[in-house]
C-alpha cells in the first residue's frame, strides 16, 4: 500500500493550490484520511482531517481558507487551498488509516510529501 500526493508548487500570497493523494495497493478500507504540514525548522501539524463518513477538522490556521474532500470510490483525498500565506509554506504530507484485511486493524500510512511554496 501506498500514498502518492501531488500538487505542490510555487504560488504568490493569496494564491490557490490544489494537493492530491491517492492510496494505492490491497487496501480494504480506509478510516480518517487527512494532510499534515512540516516547515522548515518546525514540527509537523495537523492541516485537515475527514473521516469516511464525510466530517471534517481543520487546523485553526487554515479554517475558512482550506477545504478538504475525499472520494471514497477512488481511495483519493484533496485539500484545496485558498488566499495561502507565505506561513503556509510546508512540505504537505497526506495520511490515512488504512485496513488490507477484513481481520485486521487500521495502520497509520504516509505520503512521500510534496512542497508548498507561498512566495510574498
Known amino acids: 500500500v501506498q500514498l502518492q500526493a501531488s500538487g505542490g508548487g510555487l504560488v504568490q500570497a493569496g494564491g490557490s493550490l490544489r494537493l492530491s493523494c491517492a492510496a494505492s495497493g490491497s487496501i480494504f478500507s480506509i478510516g480518517v484520511m487527512g494532510w499534515y504540514r512540516q516547515a522548515p525548522g518546525k514540527q509537523r501539524e495537523l492541516v485537515a482531517t475527514i473521516v469516511d463518513g464525510g466530517s471534517e477538522n481543520y487546523a485553526s490556521a487554515v479554517k475558512g481558507r482550506f477545504t478538504i474532500s475525499r472520494d471514497n470510490a477512488r481511495n483519493t483525498v484533496h485539500l484545496r487551498m485558498n488566499s495561502l500565506q507565505p506561513e503556509d509554506t510546508a512540505v504537505y504530507y497526506c495520511?490515512?488509516?488504512?485496513?488490507?484485511?477484513?481481520?485486521?486493524?487500521?495502520?497509520?500510512?504516509w505520503g512521500q510529501g510534496t512542497l508548498v511554496t507561498v512566495s510574498s
Open positions: 495520511y490515512a488509516r488504512i485496513s488490507t484485511d477484513y481481520s485486521r486493524g487500521l495502520y497509520s500510512e
